[in-house]
């Protein structure tokens, strides 16, 4: 179907720009929906006249409805939108870009979604389910100790999961980290159960916070059943982890204001696994912690990292410049771009 598809570009290219244009519109109603006009317009940066004639042709066609409410796919919009998917992918150079990504900074493999996780929020539940499948694909037979980040991105990626358990693999989820004071949900405890929960694994929650003062870690440690829970975490086999933008990161963890500026002059812009990078990817600052640090992860066979949206662009190319290169990024069309920008091969 591709290789007709390049023949016509080649003979009539309108033909693939108005169905690429006619594809992102029924894209991004698949997002958003329901939507309305204005809303849909501002989205996809079209005016709302060109984006009448549009929609009003795709209604005609069976493959939207409106409603008070605003615009939705059909059954038959559904279907033709999601018939279409892998052949827009390959469109739109998508895979093209994967690969610059992943070669450019030197890791396993990049996947990119097509959207902006900062607009639309099925990007995220697409990140969950690129994640579940390269899990299934990825994880070997036996025993598996998967460590995993908390963050808004991973909890809902979590919801994503399904049976990863079989006949000859098991697996085990574990925090990552200790709890950094958010809220329960975006945990790393409470992201871990529910991607044990969802998959068909079991579990082991960490009960202690990420920044602690030496002499209380040092006590902590005399405690068995934390031993045993930060034992599993050193003996992990694959970590799930997503990229924070520096100065949130920090918000969330409650930083001083001395902290805060000091980033700032710095000019941090993203964090993981409590290490501070600036845009040429140089740790600026790293928070003692209680869990996994970035040296560890080095030597992690499966590494996923899951982060997308415009406004995390900085973070995660700052990130790539330090990730290992067995790490799989999972991400977004609005973020590659950005990152690729005066990348070349």
Request: glycine share 6%; proline share 3%; charged share 25%.
């Amino acid at each position: 179907m591709l290789n007709e598809l390049q023949l016509i570009e080649a003979v009539a290219p309108e033909i693939l720009q108005v169905l690429q244009e006619r594809y992102r519109v029924l894209q991004s109603i698949y997002w958003m929906q329901p939507i309305g006009r204005r809303n849909l317009a501002e989205s996809l940066v079209l005016t709302e006249r060109v984006l009448r004639t549009e929609t009003d042709l795709l209604k005609k066609l069976g493959l939207i409805a409106t409603s008070n409410s605003g615009m939705r796919l059909t059954e038959k919009g559904e279907e033709v939108y999601e018939s279409l998917g892998e052949t827009m992918d390959q469109l739109f150079g998508m895979q093209q870009n994967e690969r610059r990504v992943a070669e450019s900074f030197g890791i396993a493999r990049c996947i990119i979604v097509n959207g902006d996780a900062d607009q639309q929020q099925k990007v995220v539940e697409e990140f969950g389910r690129l994640l579940d499948e390269a899990l299934h694909n990825c994880l070997p037979n036996g025993e598996n100790i998967i460590a995993v980040m908390g963050g808004t991105t991973m909890a809902r990626a979590a919801r994503q999961l399904t049976n990863l358990k079989s006949a000859k693999r098991q697996n085990l989820f574990v925090p990552a980290r200790g709890g950094i004071g958010e809220a329960v949900n975006l945990q790393a405890n409470s992201v871990s159960a529910e991607m044990a929960a969802r998959s068909n694994g079991t579990y082991r929650a960490l009960f202690v916070p990420e920044q602690l003062s030496t002499v209380t870690y040092d006590s902590l440690l005399k405690e068995p059943t934390i031993v045993d829970v930060l034992n599993l975490i050193n003996q992990a086999n694959c970590v799930v982890h997503s990229i924070g933008r520096a100065l949130h990161m920090a918000a969330r963890r409650k930083m001083t204001e001395e902290e805060i500026l000091m980033l700032k002059q710095k000019n941090a812009v993203a964090e993981s696994f409590g290490y501070f990078f600036d845009e040429d990817g140089k740790v600026v600052y790293k928070i003692p912690r209680v869990g996994l640090q970035l040296k560890d992860v080095r030597s992690i066979p499966y590494i996923f990292a899951v982060a997308g949206g415009k406004s995390k662009a900085k973070a995660i190319r700052a990130y790539l410049k330090n990730a290992p290169q067995q790490t799989w990024l999972i991400t977004d069309e609005a973020a590659s771009n950005e990152v690729l920008k005066g990348v070349t091969l």
